[in-house]
């Protein structure tokens, strides 16, 4: 999830589709396991906010297994897509960090939604982050997301992926000194006969997962780390955060 302070070029429309149809399987290898923590929890129903809800998929999981859900992304070609999957849901082209949370019961933020960041911006407020989420929950209420780790992507490989109407590059940068991940991304989109090429550059920040876990506990969360959601494991040097409101 980009902050106010980054270009909306980053998931522009090719961009936006390319990740809806090409890289959403790992996502949807979690949702099993997280209705599971959901329903463990005593969450059955209610308002879900989903935070860098890209496409949609997820928010289409929630709405059909009895939820309602609310779809927030910076990206307006990724809400543009959400919108069109699933027209009766409430979907908000807004930056993660200054969203007005409403009353709700869980929150999720899913494939490094809280790890993007502007190359040229402050980093942003994640104790501002936790709280805000923390008061927006009710008693019982679950955040749920995953960062990525210090360690990921040192080799500076590059990667190469493909589908029937699209291709992708992507070329890895790796900043010790502020702990953060460029990706360079050159993608190709067929358009009529035609293939439109577009690049664009994410910034991640590499997180050591301890130190969220003592900001989360600072706002009032119980707190447990996970390498998987169910039985989905998730990539190596990515951590979950499974992050509980106390019942009152």
């Not at 960041?117 to 104790?127: A, E, G, Q, Y």
């Amino acid at each position: 999830m980009p902050t106010d302070c980054q270009t909306n070029t980053l998931y522009g429309d090719d961009v936006a589709y390319i990740h809806d149809v090409g890289y959403s399987g790992l996502c949807e290898s979690w949702e099993d396991g997280l209705l599971e923590l959901f329903r463990a929890a005593g969450i059955a129903d209610g308002k879900i906010v989903d935070l860098g809800c890209g496409g949609g998929r997820w928010t289409q999981r929630l709405a059909a297994a009895g939820y309602t859900p609310v779809g927030v992304d910076i990206s307006a070609a990724m809400i543009d897509l959400a919108t069109k999957r699933l027209p009766s849901a409430e979907f908000h082209v807004a930056s993660v960090w200054d969203y007005q949370f409403p009353r709700c019961r869980a929150v999720t933020a899913l494939s490094e939604v809280l790890c993007y960041r502007s190359p040229t911006c402050d980093d942003p407020d994640l104790s501002d982050l936790f709280n805000r989420v923390f008061t927006a929950l009710q008693p019982g209420g679950l955040f749920l997301f995953d960062v990525t780790e210090i360690g990921l992507d040192q080799d500076g490989q590059r990667t190469f992926s493909e589908g029937d109407d699209w291709a992708c590059l992507v070329r890895y940068e790796n900043d010790d000194a502020t702990r953060r991940l460029q990706r360079h991304i050159t993608s190709f989109r067929k358009v009529g006969s035609d293939y439109r090429r577009a690049a664009e550059t994410h910034t991640a920040q590499l997180f050591d997962a301890d130190e969220l876990t003592g900001l989360l506990k600072q706002a009032g969360f119980e707190v447990r780390m996970t390498r998987k959601f169910g039985a989905a494991d998730l990539l190596p040097y990515r951590c979950g955060l499974i992050a509980r409101k106390p019942q009152l």
